[in-house]
C-alpha cells in the first residue's frame, strides 16, 4: 500500500493550501484516515481526523481553519487548509488512524513566510 501526499508550497501568512493524498481502496475505504505533520524539531501530531462515517475531529491548534475530507470514490484524501501561519510550516503526512508504520509516504512541504 502507497499513501502518496502532494500539494505543499510556499505560501504567505492568510493564505490557503489544499492537500491530497493519493491511496488504494483498501486503505481509504476501511480505515480512518487522517493527517499528521512534523516541523522541524518537533514530534509528528496529528492535525485532523476522519472517521469511515466522514465525522472529523481535529487539532485544537487548526480547528476553524483547516478541514478534512475524502472521497472514497477516488481513493483520496484531502486537506483544504485556509489561514495559514508561520506555525504551520511543516512536512504534512496521510495515514490511517492510528498510524501504521508501513503507509508512512514521503509527505509534502508546507512553507508559510512571508
Known amino acids: 500500500v502507497r499513501l502518496v501526499e502532494s500539494g505543499g508550497g510556499l505560501v504567505q501568512p492568510g493564505e490557503s493550501l489544499t492537500l491530497s493524498c493519493a491511496g488504494s481502496?483498501?486503505?481509504?475505504?476501511?480505515?480512518?484516515m487522517a493527517w499528521y505533520r512534523q516541523a522541524p524539531g518537533n514530534q509528528r501530531e496529528l492535525v485532523a481526523r476522519?472517521?469511515?462515517?466522514?465525522?472529523?475531529t481535529y487539532a485544537d491548534s487548526v480547528r476553524g481553519r483547516f478541514t478534512i475530507s475524502r472521497n472514497d470514490a477516488k481513493y483520496t484524501l484531502y486537506l483544504q487548509m485556509n489561514s495559514l501561519k508561520p506555525t504551520d510550516t511543516a512536512v504534512y503526512y496521510c495515514?490511517?488512524?492510528?498510524?501504521?508504520?508501513?503507509?508512512w509516504g514521503q509527505g509534502t512541504q508546507v512553507t508559510v513566510s512571508s
Open positions: 476522519i472517521a469511515r462515517s466522514g465525522t472529523p
Open positions: 481502496g483498501i486503505v481509504t475505504e476501511i480505515y480512518a
Open positions: 495515514n490511517t488512524d492510528p498510524a501504521r508504520a508501513a503507509f
